[in-house]
T-cell receptor, first 112, second 113 residues
Framework: GDSVTQMEGPVTLSEEAFLTINCTYT??????LFWYVQYPGEGLQLLLK?????DKGSNKGFEATYRKETTSFHLEKGSVQVSDSAVYFC???????????FGPGTSLSVIP | KAGVTQTPRYLIKTRGQQVTLSCSPI?????VSWYQQTPGQGLQFLFE???????NKGNFPGRFSGRQFSNSRSEMNVSTLELGDSALYLC????????????FGPGTRLTVT
């Protein structure tokens, strides 16, 4: 069945460091891919998405590119801030009729 | 536009009791999904309702059930509570047939003692 794998955390970075959170997936066809973020004490919110191969999703300085050949959707940010401390979830779905498959989440802590 | 609301936000129940959680989706959204989030198991899918019908279901025992009303509001019920049911229960809504993104509520924190 479909699945999403993320790098294990927690990840701790200093402010202004470069961030990469790896995400790979297993799915038939061409799923849509998402990154969601969960700040402490809150629900998840959509960070960015990509719906076809080679698409790049971007938002708030975060970027991820849909790589069909490597079945990956790695999240990157050039310079993290303390306010980026949160849990990041990679997710996929094939159609609006299918359930969304979430990865286990990666906790990020950014220290001043 | 108002976001997804969940009530109550916090709940404490005793083992063996039952509980009902409520979710009001974003106006116009017809799909509501429920998730259980725990530190050990992460985010686990419970079920999804679309136009009052259960469309997808996760691997949870029959003690977990849900329903959706004609106004798209949804409830989930857990009967015969166990200590392991303590978790954050998240509800998410989406357009269902015209949108893939999910919009999450803040969750209901259930503690079973």
């Amino acid at each position: 069945g479909d699945s999403v794998t993320q790098m294990e955390g927690p990840v701790t970075l200093s402010e202004e460091a470069f961030l990469t959170i790896n995400c790979t997936y297993t799915a038939t066809g061409y799923p849509s891919l998402f990154w969601y973020v969960q700040y402490p004490g809150e629900g998840l919110q959509l960070l960015l998405k990509a719906t076809k191969a080679d698409d790049k999703g971007s938002n708030k300085g975060f970027e991820a590119t849909y790589r069909k050949e490597t079945t990956s959707f790695h999240l990157e940010k050039g310079s993290v801030q303390v306010s980026d401390s949160a849990v990041y979830f990679c997710a996929l779905t094939r159609t609006s009729y299918d359930k969304v498959i979430f990865g286990p989440g990666t906790s990020l802590s950014v220290i001043p | 536009k108002a976001g997804v609301t969940q009530t109550p936000r916090y709940l404490i129940k005793t083992r063996g009791q039952q509980v009902t959680l409520s979710c009001s989706p974003i106006s116009g959204h017809r799909s509501v999904s429920w998730y259980q989030q725990t530190p050990g198991q992460g985010l686990q899918f419970l079920f999804e309702y679309f136009s009052e019908t259960q469309r997808n279901k996760g691997n949870f025992p029959g003690r977990f059930s849900g329903r959706q009303f004609s106004n798209s509001r949804s409830e989930m019920n857990v009967s015969t509570l166990e200590l392991g049911d303590s978790a954050l229960y998240l509800c998410a809504s989406s357009l269902g047939d015209r949108g893939l993104e999910q919009y999450f509520g803040p969750g209901t924190r259930l503690t079973v003692t």
